[in-house]
């Protein structure tokens, strides 16, 4: 594809969001701007993805877009956010009207051959995965079309990657895992519509057409969750909160899903949260998993999103060999994927 739909996509980027970005590509390209970067690690995809990708490039009456939404709802469905990364984010202090995290390359960004290896134990990913592969899959129904192109875009800090699309009709963002918001990766998981998606340019509306047929007859919230707050008597949150986590339970939702949906219904009713870590020993590994804590009526309460439970507790009592506050002081060595 002609460099000129990546530079115009850069500067659509630019006029659109606020920050730094840069866009990470395959090597061998002769794009040489400061806002290019050339991945180290070879874009792959997983056998599974692959065999889906293999039944897409045979289907002819599919448009393209739609094959996208496809392949994106795949992703949602079989894979989860692996929040565990997060436990290893630095946080810098130096200054207080100015706190950073720094991410740590390690985890997913730059890897090697036995990281891939493991990861194929399970279904866990984070953003760089997700965006490599996702990248990696739609260019492979793009060969021999050069209208249009996949690549990574993610901003200069490495906090976050997600999938920029661009050519001449249009140019989207594609965000499984949208870090400020519930990911679709837990939404589509619950039925919901597709929240994270932005398109930058779409001058026929193709890309948002298809995005409106895949959106029909979805909500934006599980109804069950609305017609029980909407049944909420005397400012009974406790009630209301229990309900929701029996309703996820029933969804089979993953931790972190449980996490960041709770901690919305939470905050929606104007109480603050604070993140704890749970440790989880599996097969061969140790993690975490974040979990809430908030304070109501002179109680403490503790959302574990590993158990699917809520409960009354004292922070004093939690078990500091499972429950950690400040990860960045607690530092563990990850056995790698």
């Known amino acids: 594809m002609s460099d000129e739909y990546i530079k115009k996509f850069y500067n659509e980027v630019n006029e659109a969001l606020e920050g730094d970005y840069k866009i990470i590509l395959e090597p061998n390209r002769n794009l040489t701007d400061e806002w290019i970067e050339y991945d180290q690690v070879k874009w792959e995809l997983d056998e599974s993805l692959q065999k889906l990708v293999n039944t897409l490039l045979e289907e002819d009456t599919i448009d393209f877009e739609e094959k996208v939404l496809i392949i994106y709802k795949y992703i949602c469905l079989n894979y989860v956010y692996d929040d565990n990364v997060l436990y290893f984010f630095k946080k810098d202090s130096s200054d207080p009207n100015n706190i950073k995290y720094i991410a740590v390359d390690w985890y ?134 229990k309900s929701v986590v029996e309703i996820l339970k029933s969804y089979n939702i993953d931790s972190q899903g449980f996490y960041e949906y709770m901690k919305s219904i939470v905050e929606q009713e104007e109480i603050e949260t604070e993140k704890v870590w749970k440790k989880i020993n599996g097969d061969n590994e140790k993690r975490y998993a974040r979990c809430s804590i908030f304070n109501l009526d002179s109680k403490t309460y503790l959302l574990d999103s590993v158990d699917k439970t809520l409960s009354i507790i004292n922070n004093e009592n939690l078990d500091k060999d499972t429950f950690v506050f400040n990860p960045e002081e607690n530092e563990y060595p990850y056995y790698g994927g």
């Open 108 to 241: 997913g960004r730059i890897i090697d051959k036995k990281w891939k290896e493991n990861r194929k134990n399970h279904n866990r990913r984070v953003c760089y995965e997700f965006a490599r592969f996702y990248a990696k899959a739609i260019n492979e129904m793009l060969i021999g079309n050069d209208n249009c192109e996949a690549f990574m875009l993610g901003d200069k800090e490495n906090l976050h990657y997600v999938v920029g699309l661009t050519g001449n009709e249009y140019s989207i963002i594609l965000d499984p895992d949208d870090f400020n918001n519930i990911k679709d990766l837990t939404r589509l998981k619950l039925g919901l519509a597709i929240n994270g998606i932005k398109i930058l340019r779409d001058n026929s509306g193709k890309f948002q057409k298809a995005v409106d047929k895949f959106n029909q007859d979805k909500k934006n919230e599980l109804p069950e969750v609305e017609k029980t707050r909407e049944n909420l008597k005397d400012g009974n949150f406790i009630e209301y909160f």
